[in-house]
């Protein structure tokens, strides 16, 4: 390696590791203030960076908490997507996803951050629209996705993936916006509840939509 692309390298890696200790500092700071109260001397002074570093590396406070916010929301869908790629059948896959999912959404992380976006979305429309796109529009377009391939297979009777999705995604959310909406911590559940209502609701929503000839391979009476 030459000596100017040695360089080169150390700079890269160095400006990486400024914008990710940016980004780091600035979705604590969230956490903490909420939109309004984050400011770029807290996430300068946390991280330890610059407000040139800062501006050309996220053109200013929107652009830096549009790409912290955008990564931690693709990082939390993307475990739920991989539950829906798998070859697993229908229960397993929609019980894997559903599990996580509610795991996910009882953290003292994602209730935080769902607790700002209700309060002081009206004044960050574009990134509360970015949140949607990247969070829970992509989410629940993957579980269609999912719903259509196994309708195509033959497994269930899916006439309208996107429905359906909403359907289950209901199933699995339940009453957790509206708490989290009105500031109330949702209840703290433990593992065994959590799959206790994971189970009770895949098993609902299986049997509403199993194809006859399947329906008692998965345990759905007939009559």
């Avoid at 993307?78 to 229908?90: T, V, W």
């Avoid at 309708?151 to 269930?156: A, F, K, Q, S």
Wanted: contains cysteine.
């Amino acid at each position: 390696m030459s000596e100017t692309s040695e360089t080169q390298g150390k700079q890269s890696s160095r400006g990486f590791a400024r914008r990710r200790a940016m980004m780091d500092a600035a979705w604590q700071l969230l956490l903490e203030k909420g939109f309004s109260g984050v400011t770029l001397n807290d996430v300068i002074s946390r991280s330890g960076g610059s407000r040139t570093t800062l501006y050309e590396a996220f053109g200013g406070k929107d652009g830096l908490l549009t790409a912290v916010m955008t990564e931690r929301c693709m990082a939390f869908s993307a475990e739920l997507h991989i539950s829906l790629e798998s070859n697993l059948p229908p229960r397993d896959a929609l019980t894997d996803f559903a599990f996580k999912l509610s795991t996910k959404i009882l953290t003292e992380e994602a209730v935080r951050f769902t607790q700002i976006l209700f309060s002081e979305g009206q004044h960050f429309i574009p990134m509360v629209e970015k949140f949607l796109e990247v969070g829970p529009e992509s989410t629940r377009k993957h579980l269609a996705n999912y719903l259509k391939r196994q309708n195509d297979l033959g497994n269930l009777v899916i006439d309208d993936p996107d429905h359906y999705a909403e359907i289950f995604d209901a199933m699995i959310v339940g009453d957790w916006q509206n708490q989290v909406m009105k500031m109330i911590s949702p209840p703290k559940l433990s593992e065994e509840e959590i799959t206790k209502r994971v189970k009770r609701a895949v098993e609902v929503f299986l049997c509403g939509v199993t194809v006859e000839s399947k329906r008692d391979k998965i345990g759905c009476a007939t009559d």
